[in-house]
Every structure is written in structure tokens, then in C-alpha cells.
């Protein structure tokens, strides 16, 4: 996908609504028109209270050692809950994980030893609910450090280039639309004009992981694992996306004389469609609608959707709780309430709110977490992630997605 990789991290909640998409019978989010849930559910409580038992002094540990990116993670997810509801515990994590992710930022703005995308994006995402100068300060750090990390020619890379415009683990790193998706929310979370050329450049990128041949430029070639045969690749047209130009973690689909497609899959459409609108494209732009028209036909809870074949059998459940996530964030951010699914059945229309709400508190564990039992990639073998990304979509669902710490 922009799928995670091995060291994958989420990002928290944003934004105001920034539009409508009529294919997807999208409802203007005024204040007559956002979601009523009720203050805070029993499932998300549940889900709060495991996360803190989990938590060491305010921070997450990996392989024993406090990880900046999880706990930043995990403030976001706590953030969720609106201060007015916080109980005592709660409230000194928020002090505590903050006040130690603070001390944890680089002079160059960056957080973290590695994969410094991710987890910058983590921290400022979740940094950006809190109010005080501390926080003002840091964020501007983390948005220059941001800003410096795209991969444009000041950084050495071409127009050419698969990589230009996105976001990698790093600065100078090959691009991907996971990272790519991170850093645009961040960036505009921190303050970033939105007419700032970064979000154009991000488009060039965009269209390049997009499955849309009219607006996809990118062209490569592949070669077959243990031999030095080579075959083109080219997008698609499905309107979905995958992971980076010319590379899909759910494999390619082979049409023609041999040309490889790269597979589009669920949590990277989203992405894609999410980024997208952040980035400045209206509902009705060909790129949105061919991202839309795609959610619409693969519409799906019980997998992350996509082109499976000679895939292991688990490969449909991989980034299953990144892809519920994703979701949520991508049709909040586009002011999405109700989606007409298409399909060889006849189409419905769905309430995703309540449709991902039911579904996660069905699949809620009884400590309170929720963990991936069909595939553990990408970090989702550790309930503590899939609980961060539980809680997370969860908040749009109910609202608290562009609240919390206020």
C-alpha cells in the first residue's frame, strides 16, 4: 500500500472538513450535519483504558526502549477523548507523553532515530491538539523539517524520478503514499499556507500512484524474482492507488503482452483520495471521482480490498486496522457521510459511521483492545498498534477526530 512497513506508524486525528463528493453523497459538515454520537462510548473507553495500561511513565516501549513514534501514536489516540471527560489518569499521560516527546526533537525539527517522517508526523499530529507556546514551537520545527524532507530537485531528485514530490522514511529517501500521506496532513495541521507549492508538487506524485492513465505519467520495468527477464510496467485504470509509482505491495496484474499493473488496495485509495483534497482538489476533479468511483466498487469492512491473486491467503486482512483508519480520516477530511456502493448487486447506501463503529466494537477484545488475528504485518501482530488505530477511526466516527485536547 502505501502500505506500512515493518516500522509502519499512524498518524492521529485533524481538520476541518474541506469539501463534498457528490459520487459518494457526501452531506456539507456544518454544525447541523456532523455526527451525533454520544460523548464518549463504552467501546472507546475500553480502548483508552487498555492503552494506559500498556504505557510506561507516559511512554510506549519497542524491544524495551521508549519509541517516540508509538507514543506519539498513542497521545493522539487518548487525545481523542475530550478534556472535559478526562479522568485523572488520563490527564498526567497527556502531561506526561508530551512533556517527554517535547525533550525528544531534534535541532533540524525532525522526532526519532529513524524512519524521522513517521514519526515526526506522529508526534506533530498528536502535539497539535495541545495549546501552549511549547507545542506552537515545536510544531513549526516539525513543518520546516517536513518541508526540507520532500523529494524535490533540491534534494537531488529529477522531475523524472518515481520519487518526486512524495514523502520516504527519511529525507532523500524513495517515496511512498503512506509516508506521503502522513507528511501533507502534518503539514497542513502545523499551519502551512495552503497555497504553499509543497502541496502542488505532492500532486505530480500523486498522480503517479494513481491507477488513471490519463493523468499518470510514470513508466518502468520489472523484473522476475531469480531471473533477469524484465516487463514494462504501466498504470492501470481503475482510478485506485498503489503503493509507489510502479510498485504495489498486493503484487501486479498482468495484461497485454506481459505489462505488469500495479495492484490498487484499499488503505492506499484512501490515502490517496484523503491527500488529494488536503492538497487542494475539488470534489469533481477526474482524479477525486476515479478514487471515489473505486471506493464505491470495493466498499468492504471485512478485508483491506483489493486484487489478491497468487497472494498468500492472508494477504487481504495485511494493514487491516491502517485501513480502517484511513478510511475514517479520508471521509471526514472530505466530508463524506454516506457512500453508494457499486457493483455487480444492486448498490446500497451505507453509513460509514456507523457501519466502521459497529464493526470495531464487534471485534473489540474484552480487555478493551483490538488486535489483527489474520495477519500481523506491519506491526498489527501487537494490540497496542491496532488499538492506536482502532481508537483513532473510532474518533471520526463519532466526531472527536478534529477534537480532543481543546
Not at 119 to 124: E, G, H, I, N, W
Not at 315 to 321: D, K, M, N, S
Not at 345 to 367: F, G, T
Request: hydrophobic content about 35%; proline content about 4%; aromatic content about 8%.
Amino acid at each position: 500500500m502505501l502500505t506500512p512497513t515493518s516500522s509502519r506508524l499512524l498518524t492521529t486525528g485533524l481538520l476541518a472538513v474541506l469539501g463534498a463528493i457528490p459520487a459518494l453523497q457526501a452531506q456539507e459538515a456544518t454544525a447541523a450535519t456532523k455526527p451525533k454520537g454520544p460523548d464518549f462510548t463504552a467501546a472507546q473507553q475500553k480502548g483508552i483504558d487498555f492503552l494506559l495500561s500498556q504505557a510506561k511513565d507516559g511512554k510506549f516501549l519497542q524491544r524495551d526502549e521508549p519509541h517516540v513514534g508509538v507514543t506519539g501514536l498513542a497521545l493522539g489516540a487518548v487525545l481523542t477523548k475530550p478534556a472535559s471527560l478526562r479522568n485523572d489518569k488520563e490527564s498526567k499521560f497527556v502531561e506526561q507523553a508530551s512533556d517527554w516527546l517535547l525533550e525528544q526533537q531534534h535541532d533540524d525539527g525532525s522526532f526519532g532515530e529513524s524512519i524521522k517522517n513517521y514519526q515526526t508526523s506522529a508526534v506533530a499530529m498528536a502535539l497539535s491538539k495541545l495549546e501552549g507556546d511549547k507545542a506552537s514551537k515545536a510544531l513549526s520545527k516539525a513543518r520546516d523539517f517536513l518541508q526540507f524532507a520532500q523529494n524535490v530537485e533540491k534534494a537531488g531528485i529529477p522531475k523524472d524520478d518515481k520519487s518526486w514530490g512524495g514523502f520516504g522514511y527519511g529525507p532523500g529517501d524513495r517515496a511512498d503514499m503512506s509516508n506521503t500521506q502522513f507528511a501533507i496532513e502534518t503539514l497542513h495541521v502545523t499551519g502551512l499556507d495552503p497555497n504553499d507549492k509543497a502541496f502542488a508538487n505532492a500532486l505530480v506524485f500523486l498522480q503517479r500512484v494513481q491507477n488513471l492513465k490519463s493523468v499518470n505519467d510514470y513508466r518502468t520495468e520489472v523484473s522476475e524474482e531469480g531471473s533477469e527477464e524484465t516487463h514494462p510496467v504501466e498504470p492501470g485504470n481503475d482510478g485506485g492507488a498503489s503503493y509507489y509509482p510502479g510498485n504495489s505491495k498486493f503484487g501486479f496484474d498482468v495484461v497485454g503482452d506481459g505489462v505488469r499493473v500495479p495492484r490498487s488496495y484499499g488503505s492506499m485509495t484512501y490515502a490517496l483520495l484523503k491527500t488529494y483534497a488536503l492538497c487542494g482538489l475539488d470534489a469533481d476533479d477526474e482524479r477525486m471521482q476515479a478514487a471515489t468511483d473505486w471506493i464505491r466498487r470495493n466498499w468492504t469492512l471485512e478485508t483491506n480490498p483489493g486484487n489478491h491473486s497468487g497472494l498468500d491467503e492472508n494477504a487481504p486482512y495485511q494493514g487491516l486496522f491502517y485501513y480502517y483508519e484511513t478510511m475514517a480520516r479520508a471521509l471526514t477530511v472530505c466530508g463524506i457521510e454516506t457512500i453508494e456502493t457499486l457493483g455487480d448487486e444492486q448498490s446500497k447506501q451505507v453509513n460509514w459511521r456507523e457501519a466502521l463503529a459497529s464493526h470495531l466494537e464487534s471485534i473489540q477484545r474484552d480487555d478493551g483492545s483490538w488486535l489483527n488475528e489474520e495477519n500481523g504485518r506491519w506491526w498489527e501482530d501487537q494490540p497496542t498498534m491496532c488499538t492506536i488505530y482502532a481508537l483513532l477511526a473510532l474518533a471520526d466516527c463519532h466526531g472527536h477526530g478534529a477534537q480532543g485536547a481543546r
